[in-house]
């Protein structure tokens, strides 16, 4: 027996309720999606305080230590009479002077590499130029820092959200470009924040790097887009063998911010 | 005698600082602190000439007891002793008003030099710090009050900023101590600042306008 085609009212119904169940789905998506995005935040954000934290310890607790050690083999040789009898004793104190100071300086730089203090201590800009002067002096590549800072100020994760992008983006250079300058920009003026970072050295094929990130290989650069989606951001590469290598991202400064994408 | 405050949440640090400065001669430690809140206490109640601010202290960190100190107890200088040798740190704690700078494994004799020349009034930034001062010297704004100065009185600015005392500084370009004092003061008037460590807190300002 056929079966009565259904009624435009049936119909209605239906269609509504199919509209109905899309929404729930699309909203349930949404929220699985804020909940992953505060999910790996937190998860990130608990790193780097594990990281800092141990930063922390290793300047300030075995920094300290090693630095009194040092002022006491100071005084310790300075009590020391100027005495064949004590020459001995003497090129000791120094030998074990020169292994402290050369663990001093390992201590610190270990520190650094976890979590420069500055970025916590001093905030962002101070931190960004300390990175481009450091980064200029270790690989003698011109570094200049154009920074403007947000009217808003910018918040702790999002400051390490860009020093980490920036590091990256300088290790890349270091690594792969033989570039002789690099500029990084930061203006945080606009309704989203921008971050452009660019060397003119080698230049790669990004789509082949990503590419390789996909497959398990090297995955700095999906690594930094992943970061920077986590913020709502978004994040391009641009480059061409031979021509340089360029990333450019952009992110709303607040969660509530109208550039924040949901 | 010069009273000092010593500030370090670290024992045994600032128990050798304490022996060393014991030994100085012209050095008393009137106070210990071992944590921020308790060094802002301690310098309002007991007013030391200079006192020696670790940066990385509980409770309230060493730039904003540089910043209390400054603007409640003006009188009392604050020489900044640290285990940061980065330069920009430096900077932050010129800009919230400290007269010097160190780092702590720098030599006992040092840290004298730069207990002492605070004391006489002058500032005192260990060589990371003195370089990227005056290379903020160096890079003036056209529209400062710098442009103003006469030659003379910019020599004397680069030398107060290097952490001379007036006659050192007299001494040095060949003049008085008290024309060296009277140049000193032209270019406090004309930049508008009360001291020396104002100067130099003016010298580092002027990179942040740019």
């Known amino acids: 027996m056929p079966v009565d085609p259904p009624s435009p009212t049936e119909m209605r119904a239906q269609l509504t309720e199919l509209l109905q169940a899309h929404q729930a789905l699309t909203e349930r998506l949404r929220q699985g999606q804020a909940s992953f995005q505060r999910i790996a935040r937190s998860v990130w954000r608990v790193q780097e305080e594990e990281r800092s934290r141990f930063a922390r310890e290793l300047h300030d607790g075995v920094g300290h230590n090693l630095t009194a050690m040092l002022h006491l083999i100071k005084e310790a040789l300075a009590a020391l009479p100027d005495e064949p009898r004590c020459r001995h004793a003497r090129d000791e104190l120094v030998h074990a002077q020169s292994i402290g100071d050369a663990t001093l300086h390992d201590t610190r730089a270990l520190s650094r590499l976890l979590r420069p203090q500055i970025l916590d201590d001093l905030g962002l800009e101070p931190a960004l130029r300390w990175l481009a002067r450091s980064f200029s002096e270790t690989h003698g590549i011109d570094t200049h820092l154009d920074y403007h800072e947000p009217p808003v100020g910018i918040d702790a994760d999002r400051s390490t959200l860009v020093f980490r992008l920036v590091q990256e983006a300088l290790a890349n250079t270091a690594k792969h470009a033989s570039a002789r300058h690099v500029a990084i920009a930061f203006d945080g003026r606009g309704e989203r924040a921008s971050l452009r970072v660019r060397d003119d050295g080698n230049g790669c094929d990004v789509e082949a790097a990503l590419a390789r990130g996909r497959h398990g290989g090297s995955s700095g650069l999906g690594g930094m887009r992943d970061r920077a989606r986590l913020f709502g951001g978004s994040l391009q590469f641009e480059s061409t063998p031979g021509a340089g290598f360029g990333m450019s991202v952009s992110f709303p400064l607040s969660d509530a911010s109208p550039g924040a994408s949901p | ?210």
């Not at chain 2, 060094?39 to 960190?61: G, H, K, N, T």
């Open chain 2, 1 to 210: 005698m010069i009273r000092l405050l010593i500030a370090d949440d670290h024992t045994v640090l600032r128990e050798c600082l304490v022996a060393m400065l014991r030994e100085s001669g012209d050095c008393v430690v009137v106070g210990e602190a071992g944590d921020g809140i308790s060094a802002v206490e301690q310098a309002l109640a007991l007013q030391p000439d200079i006192a020696v601010i670790d940066i990385s202290m509980p409770r309230l960190s060493g730039i904003d007891v540089v910043r209390r100190l400054t603007e409640e107890l003006p009188r009392t200088k604050v020489l900044v002793l640290t285990m940061h040798e980065e330069d920009e740190y430096a900077v932050q704690m010129v800009r919230a008003g400290a007269s010097g700078y160190l780092v702590k494994n720098t030599a006992t004799h040092e840290l004298l030099n730069a207990i002492r020349t605070i004391a006489a009034g002058g500032v005192y930034f260990g060589p990371y710090a003195t370089k990227i001062l005056a290379s903020q010297l160096k890079h003036p704004q056209p529209e400062d009050p710098y442009g103003a100065l006469s030659d003379r009185e910019r020599e004397v600015l680069h030398l107060v900023v290097d952490g001379l005392t007036i006659k050192e500084i007299a001494s040095k370009l060949g003049i008085s101590a008290k024309a060296a004092e009277n140049r000193r003061s032209r270019v406090l008037a004309k930049l508008g600042v009360r001291n020396s460590a104002e100067l130099v807190r003016y010298a580092v300002r002027k990179r942040i306008v740019d």
